[in-house]
Every structure is written in structure tokens, then in C-alpha cells.
């Protein structure tokens, strides 16, 4: 799969230089880091000749503030039981000692009809050119829901060239520290609607029942390069575990994330088409040795366990309108595996051994985000997710139960300036799950039905 992904790139390139009319100058690309521009015109000097570079830093800031009301069953990605959600007893029915029909209430279901106020992020953020070549980036990241509350988003060096040719720029990025991962931040900065919420490849654990693929940001570095604004294609290699788990790594291997994003017609500029990949060893031949009397036992691992998926996105970028689909195609891999405490009870060793498989799902992640302040003096707002995941089911995956999650949310709001915006926007999640044995004293757990009223603060 990798040298197919390398191929690819190979062959965008080839086709991006013979491609006639490449001189010709391209729209804004959102790609563009932020933290680029910033530092490139921190270093332009004023009229009286003074760099303010060497005078100031850039600090800004955003909140993301909400008003939600829900009601259902609201999975957040973990349960007491494995981190999946599955089907729960009707009304009248035990299905503990089934086929008794003693009195049994539904679980996993809001008896009361909630509201709350919440802050769900606040960002500080602060930039600084260091030379002709070099910035630094800083967001540290409060987070009121999170044991933490406040703790380091991002932070790295950054080495950004350009260089000028008769076929048009060519510009090379380097990044090392806590960087950004390019599948969820090409995601974020095409759809612009982290306000509204996590993108679901971020958020992956609310569609694929616990199960996560990625993380917006990660110790290591990342290689971008970008040519003749037609193409950018980046690498980043970094420990895995994600932005809560500095110095503190835990897994078997490094997570090894590619993108290829070109704009395949150079006169429609606004048209993105991306390529995904990302391989990760998660455990690699390990003794886990919990304490029996607490539930645990040792579990040796014969091989390698992993996290991996591959996927394709295609997307329209403008000020008027933001429309894009993500597909992928996730994986987990399980080695083969002993529960060594069982020899001690003379248990057949057969029942102590899983062998290798795979888990496979697919997840798809749409959006559209149109702005009519683009083009009136109205800033009307109109906005939408549509995320689907499917955990499929196999021989040894899932107790062969296949779970399916369907989120779609829309709505209204206004953006007043560049620094404040606001909507109206309901959402609803639907959860559905096949299995081999129909049980009638089981059903899908309640839709769950959220009405937000979601505001982004910029400063």
C-alpha cells in the first residue's frame, strides 16, 4: 500500500509539470499556514526602517462558547464495557435473565431533557519570526472539559523557504516539535468549521464505537514541499500517542502520516483533491502483566498490533462556499495473542490463544459551510455535517456484529466580523446494529436529538 501512495505522488508530480498554463498565478490556497504569512510579514520593516519582528510577538486568541440542549442517548466514545455502544432491553424486559418478563427500565437513555452553558475551547496563541528563515509557534490550549484544563496544543520550530522558477514557486516547510498532523489540518482549515465541532476523523471515537485513528497534533516533525501551487505534498513522523501524552511514549513504533493535496485543474483553483495515509504500530511484542487479583492476567503479544487507514477527499475552497467529502477506510490489526493464567488452572490452552485479525471500518465526513457575507453586506451563515461510520463485522471481529453510527447536523447563524460569528444548529445521531441472533428483547438505543446555540470569538 505504501509504494501504491508513493507511486501516486510520483506521478502527480510528472503530471503537474507537463500540464500547460502552470506560469499562471493561483488563487489563495488554504494551505498556507497561518503561522507563515504571519512570520513572513512580521519581517517586513516600516517606514522608518525598524524590523518589528525584533520589537513584538504575535499573540491571538480564540474561544469556541456554546448553549447546548440534548436528549437520548448521547455516546461520547467510551462505556464501561470496551468503549462500544450496543443494543439495549425494552421496556418490560429483562434480558439478564431472560425470558423472565420482570420490570427492566432502557439504558443508555437521557430520562431528563437538558441544558447547559459550556466553553468547549480556548486557544492563546503566540508567533515569533526568529531570522529570515526560522519561526516559532506556541498555542496552549484550555480546555475546561479535560482533566488537564489547560496544556500545550502546539509548539515547534518552523523553517519555511520559497524559491521563485519560470514555471512558477516552489516553497519547502520543515517543522519540528508538537506539530499539527496534515490529514486533520488540511480537514479543518478547507471545511472551517472547527467551531461547530471535531472533524470525525478527529472525533472518530463517536462514529466508529471508541475506536481512534488520529490526532490533531503529535511530538515529532513534518516535511512539506509545494510546487507550482498546483500540488503539496507532506509527511510528518511522530511518536502517536497524541497532544495529552508529551514525553511519554508508550507504544511499539512512530505513526507515519502522508498527504498528497493537488489542484487537478489549474484554471478552477478552488477545487482540492487529497490523498490520505496514515501507518502506525501501536504494540510490537509486549508481556502485559496485570494483577490477577484485580481482574488482570498476563497477556504475552506474538507479533505486532496496529492502527492504520488510507482514504481520498475531495473539496471546493472559497470565500462563498466550503464544500468537501472524506472518505476512509481505517483498520486495526491484532496479534496473535496468549492469556498465560489459564495453563494455571488446567484450562485447555486452546482457550487461552486469539489469533491474528483485523478489525475494518469505513467513515465518511462531509461538510458544507456557505458565507453570503462573501459577496453581500449581510453575513447570513448556513452550515452542515453529515458524518456515517460502520464498524463491520467478521469472524473474530465485533462478536460478528456489525454497528453502524449516522451523525447529521445543519443550521443558521450570522457572522457579524472577521473576529465573531454565531448560529443556530440541531443535530441528530442515529445508531443501528446487525447481528447474527435477533433478539426481540433488544433494540437500537434511542436517537439522540441536540440543539446548540455555538458562537467563535477571534481576537
Known amino acids: ?9 510520483i506521478f502527480l ?25 504571519r512570520a513572513d510579514n512580521a519581517g517586513k520593516k516600516d517606514e522608518k526602517g525598524i524590523d518589528p519582528s525584533k520589537l513584538y510577538v504575535d499573540l491571538t486568541g480564540v474561544m469556541y462558547l456554546e448553549w447546548a440542549y ?51 475551547r480556548a486557544y492563546l496563541t503566540l508567533r515569533k519570526r526568529i531570522g529570515e528563515l526560522f519561526s516559532v509557534k506556541v498555542t496552549a490550549d484550555i480546555d475546561p472539559n479535560g482533566q488537564d484544563f489547560i496544556y500545550l496544543k502546539y509548539g515547534f520550530i518552523q523553517l519555511f523557504k520559497e524559491f521563485g522558477s519560470s514555471l512558477g514557486p516552489v516553497s519547502i516547510k520543515v517543522q519540528l516539535g508538537k506539530i499539527g498532523t496534515p490529514v486533520i489540518g488540511i480537514t479543518n ?35 512539506s514541499l ?23 511514549e508508550t507504544y511499539g513504533g512512530k505513526a507515519h502520516t502522508l498527504l498528497v493535496s493537488v489542484n487537478p485543474v489549474d484554471y478552477v483553483k478552488e477545487l482540492y483533491v487529497n490523498f490520505y495515509g496514515r501507518w502506525e504500530d501501536t504494540d510490537r511484542n509486549i508481556l502485559d502483566t496485570g494483577p ?40 486495526k490489526e491484532y496479534s496473535k495473542t496468549f492469556f498465560s493464567y489459564l495453563t494455571t488452572f488446567n484450562v485447555s490452552p486452546f482457550e487461552g490463544y486469539r489469533p491474528r485479525h483485523k478489525d ?16 453581500t453586506p449581510l453575513g447570513f451563515l448556513v452550515v452542515g455535517r453529515c458524518a456515517y461510520g460502520q464498524e463491520m463485522k467478521g469472524l473474530l471481529a465485533n462478536n460478528r456484529v456489525m454497528r453502524e453510527t449516522l451523525v447529521l447536523g445543519g443550521g443558521a447563524g450570522y457572522q457579524f ?38 458562537a467563535e470569538a477571534k481576537y
Open 189 to 223: 482549515k478547507l471545511n472551517d468549521l472547527r467551531w461547530i465541532g471535531k472533524n470525525y476523523l478527529t472525533n472518530s471515537k463517536i462514529v466508529l464505537n471508541g475506536k481512534s485513528f488520529d490526532d490533531s497534533a503529535d511530538l515529532g516533525g513534518l516535511f
Open 417 to 454: 466580523n472577521k473576529h465573531l460569528r454565531l448560529v443556530l444548529y440541531y443535530e441528530n445521531i442515529r445508531y443501528h446494529s446487525r447481528s447474527k441472533w435477533h433478539s426481540i428483547a433488544d433494540k437500537d438505543p434511542s436517537l439522540n436529538n441536540n440543539v446548540y446555540i455555538k
Open 226 to 248: 509545494s510546487f507550482l501551487n498546483l500540488a503539496t505534498i507532506e509527511y510528518s513522523i511522530t511518536n502517536g500517542e497524541g497532544l495529552k501524552s508529551d514525553n511519554n
Open 13 to 37: 508530480a510528472i503530471l503537474s509539470l507537463s500540464m500547460p498554463a502552470v506560469s499562471q498565478k493561483k488563487g489563495a490556497n488554504p494551505k498556507a499556514d497561518e503561522e507563515t504569512m
Open 292 to 331: 490477577v487479583s484485580a481482574g488482570g492476567y498476563p497477556v504475552k503479544y506474538q507479533g505486532v498490533d496496529k492502527r492504520s487507514y488510507m482514504g481520498f477527499g475531495v473539496a471546493w475552497y472559497s470565500d462563498l462556499i466550503k464544500l468537501g467529502l472524506n472518505f476512509f477506510m481505517p483498520v
Open 1 to 9: 500500500m505504501k509504494r501504491s501512495i508513493f507511486g501516486i505522488t
Open 70 to 120: 440534548n436528549t437520548g442517548f448521547s455516546y461520547d466514545g467510551t462505556t464501561e464495557w470496551g468503549g462500544m455502544w450496543g443494543k439495549v432491553p425494552r421496556w418490560g424486559v429483562d434480558t439478564t435473565y431472560f425470558p423472565q418478563l420482570t420490570a427492566a427500565e432502557p439504558s443508555n437513555i437521557s430520562y431528563n431533557k437538558t441544558n447547559t452553558f459550556r466553553m468547549q
Open 360 to 375: 475494518k471500518f469505513y467513515l465518511i465526513d462531509s461538510w458544507l459551510n456557505f458565507n453570503l457575507g462573501a459577496i
